[in-house]
């Protein structure tokens, strides 16, 4: 007698999301993002900020790839980890770093051409970093199985941390 091989459960979107998309470096690249919105925008123009944003998020993305590429080439234990092994780790593991840039900065190239108007284009990158880390927070329930309340009540909090955070990224550079 064979028994059914056991079927795999389809994976739903929101796990694949949360997954792919709610990492730390996601989180921090949305802060990080919007702390440097914030802080170029006096007098800059959106096409200045946009580079600046683009730059900034490339240079810590690189960081954190040298950084972790560093923490894990070498022995772990018994088993040794190539170079090449610990560098693509890296660049998968800090993936979010540069993903969580790109709304905002395509928000800000609408202001640098002109389909918005570059305050509402200012004003809506920094709205766009808020509702990135509600929906980052969302997603963290939800995969939890958290009641759609709990989820929205999670997000909310996760957005307000990180304007909070934000604000103090900003006080203290």
Not at 6 to 14: D, E
Not at 78 to 105: D, F, K, M, N, W
């Amino acid at each position: 007698m064979t028994t059914p091989a056991p079927t795999a459960k389809p994976v739903s979107i929101s796990r694949l999301l949360r997954h792919e998309f709610v990492t730390p470096e996601s989180i921090y690249g949305t802060i990080l993002v919007s702390a440097i919105i914030v802080l170029v925008e006096d007098g800059e123009s959106d096409f200045s900020l946009l580079v600046t944003v683009a730059a900034s998020s490339f240079v810590f993305w690189v960081a954190h790839v040298f950084a972790t590429t560093v923490a894990h080439h070498g022995r772990t234990g018994a088993q040794q980890v190539p170079l090449g092994e610990a560098l693509a780790y890296a660049v998968r593991h800090s993936a979010g770093l540069l993903t969580s840039a790109i709304i905002p900065i395509l928000v800000l190239a609408l202001g640098a051409v002109g389909v918005l108007d570059e305050a509402a284009a200012y004003q809506l990158s920094l709205l766009v970093g808020v509702l990135i880390l509600v929906v980052l927070g969302w997603l963290a329930f939800a995969d939890r199985g958290a009641r759609w309340y709990t989820c929205l009540l999670a997000g909310a909090v996760t957005g307000l941390l990180g304007v909070a955070v934000i604000m103090l990224k900003v006080v203290f550079h």
